[in-house]
């Protein structure tokens, strides 16, 4: 079967690192990617992890190892505006991607 | 990137009835895909529509339900048929320009009553 676990929700402080973990297991691998959806929009790509290792853009940062089948997005020098839920999902065997269930984080003052 | 509008943006509907979103993309894309999305949930994909063929259902999904056109490659339209206010979520369409990387309209917000 396929399957991507996240936590359902997480919160942290501005200014703080946060790190948001998915473990998956799905048929066929193209890659893992990342999303953030802010309430009552649409899923904005964060980034894409196809080989083993740390991905850097700025604030975020995602790893992968596919060994493992896991991956963790990363969150640095948090922002209130940084308050949205996050997405995981991988690339399968077709060009199709499968979502996990999503982490709500959010920022406190 | 590609720009992806939706239309319409949200709608009412009565049990019974069925409601067709429009998704127009800003340029040519060979994979359109129709997701789900259920209040607080995740993305359940519905169905990859391509140009030229028939869109492919997940499991769970059948077309005589969500009945999917894709008449040419920058636009496509998803028919909720005979709703109940289980269909009620939002349905969004998104496009893959052939990095692996999917780019998402904003969503038609449903509401069945």
């Known amino acids: 079967g396929q399957n991507i676990d996240q936590p359902t929700e997480m919160t942290a402080t501005e200014g703080a690192i946060v790190q948001i973990n998915c473990t998956y297991q799905?048929?066929?691998?193209?890659?893992l990617f990342w999303y953030q959806q802010h309430a009552g929009e649409a899923p904005t790509f964060l980034s894409y992890?196809?080989?083993?290792g740390l991905e850097e853009k700025g604030r975020f940062s995602s790893f992968l190892s596919r060994s493992k089948g896991y991956s963790y997005l990363l969150l640095k020098e948090l922002q209130m505006k940084d308050s949205a839920s996050y997405l995981c999902?991988?690339?399968?065997?077709?060009?199709?991607?499968?979502f996990g269930t999503g982490t709500r984080l959010q920022v406190f003052p | 990137s590609a720009v992806i509008s939706q239309k319409p943006s949200r709608d009412i509907c009565q049990r019974g009835t069925s409601l067709t979103i429009q998704c127009q993309v800003d340029?040519?894309?060979?994979?359109m895909f129709w997701y789900r999305q259920q209040p607080g949930q995740s993305l359940t994909l519905i169905a990859t529509?391509?140009?030229?063929?028939?869109?492919?259902?997940e499991s769970g999904f059948v077309i005589d339900k969500f009945p999917i056109s894709r008449p040419n490659l920058t636009f496509s339209t998803l028919t909720v048929s005979n709703m109940s206010p289980e269909d009620s979520s939002i349905y969004l369409c998104?496009?893959?320009?052939?990095?692996?990387?999917?780019?998402f309209g904003p969503g038609t917000r449903l509401t069945v009553t």
């Open positions: 998104s496009v893959d320009l052939g990095s692996y990387e999917q780019y």
């Open positions: 799905t048929s066929g691998f193209n890659g």
């Open positions: 992890n196809v080989l083993d």
């Open positions: 999902a991988v690339g399968g065997n077709t060009d199709k991607l499968i």
């Open positions: 340029s040519q894309v060979t994979m």
């Open positions: 529509a391509n140009q030229g063929s028939e869109a492919t259902y």
